[in-house]
């Protein structure tokens, strides 16, 4: 019992217990001596009944049928796309419809492929192509980009991950919004500032750069926010919020001496230029694309 919990953030359900050699009266004795604490109806953490979310998340899905899967916002949470809001569970069940369980958000698939069932830490959960495909039948478009160029950057999906899944999908709500974000290519960007960045740079009908492509100069690793290899420029969206640390400003720094030493144009650019000044914002990488424009910062 205690090996299967670990296994799967300090929880078991009851046919795993059953599997253990438990009858209910030795669950329920348990129970009374506080060793197996109920979390939802069959479903127990073991040891103590503080989860963590890794642990809510199997409860919820241990809850509903065996062919349930962690889905949409949930499974957005668990593979890293977004932060986690404290919103009820989305699991989803395929073929019918589940039980009301408290705490728990029902979805229903009519099918389910096979690619896009993973199971991991002893549960069920939609890939993260799938995840994407989901999310986008109840995002809006802008928030959808984020999550979808989120899970590049973790490199949990790639493009054509998500073009396999945009195939075989079936009439699914989401094909369309899904199809409209991925259309441009990859762009496996790492904060909502590079977000608005590279949104105004493709407005602006400017080349796409690399995005977060790694550099190694002088024996170190390098990663530009945004670079183009061809006329050497390297530009780096400056966050307040992150860049205002002294640690931060002096690795800023140094990442920016070493680029300069192997010839590298280096162009920083605030949240406020992008939101407030985007026409001059733009003719600045134009300039510098150029080489026409002092690559220096300027005042935010």
């Known amino acids: 019992m205690a090996r299967r919990a670990a296994e799967q953030h300090g929880v078991v359900s009851t046919a795993q217990l059953r599997d253990c050699g438990l009858d209910s009266k030795a669950v329920s004795r348990r129970v009374r001596a506080g060793r197996l604490h109920p979390v939802h109806r069959g479903v127990y953490a073991v040891g103590h009944p503080a989860l963590a979310l890794a642990g809510r998340f199997v409860a919820a899905v241990l809850a509903c049928r065996d062919d ?50 993973w199971r991991r830490d002893g549960m069920r959960v939609t890939s993260p192509a799938r995840t994407l495909l989901d999310l986008a039948a109840v995002l809006p478009p802008p928030t959808l980009k984020r999550a979808a160029r989120q ?22 709500r989401g094909v369309t919004k899904l199809l409209a ?12 500032l590079e977000d608005l960045l590279l949104d105004l740079l493709d407005e602006g009908g400017i080349e796409r750069p690399r995005i ?19 006329t050497r420029l390297a530009v780096e969206a400056d966050s307040r919020r992150w860049h205002d640390h002294s640690l931060v400003k002096e690795n800023d720094a140094e990442k920016q ?44």
Do not use: K
């Open 68 to 117: 349930a899967l962690l889905s949409h916002f949930a499974a957005a949470a668990y593979w890293g796309f977004f932060a986690w809001e404290d919103r009820r569970i989305d699991v989803t069940v395929v073929g019918t419809t589940t039980r009301l369980i408290e705490g728990v958000r029902p979805h229903r698939a009519t099918s389910m492929h096979e690619r896009d069932v």
């Open 181 to 192: 974000i991925v259309a441009d290519g990859p762009a496996p960007t790492r904060s909502d």
């Open 212 to 230: 977060n492509a790694p550099l190694t100069l002088d024996g170190r690793r390098i990663v530009p926010d945004f670079l183009w290899p061809q």
């Open 257 to 300: 001496a070493i680029l300069e030493a192997h010839g590298y144009r280096v162009l920083r650019i605030t949240w406020r230029e992008i939101v407030a000044r985007p026409p001059q914002t733009l003719a600045r990488v134009r300039c510098a694309l150029d080489g026409r424009y002092s690559a220096t910062t300027t005042s935010a």
């Open 151 to 172: 899970a590049q950057a973790e490199q949990r999906v790639n493009i054509r991950q998500i073009a396999e899944i945009l195939t075989r999908a079936n009439g699914h």
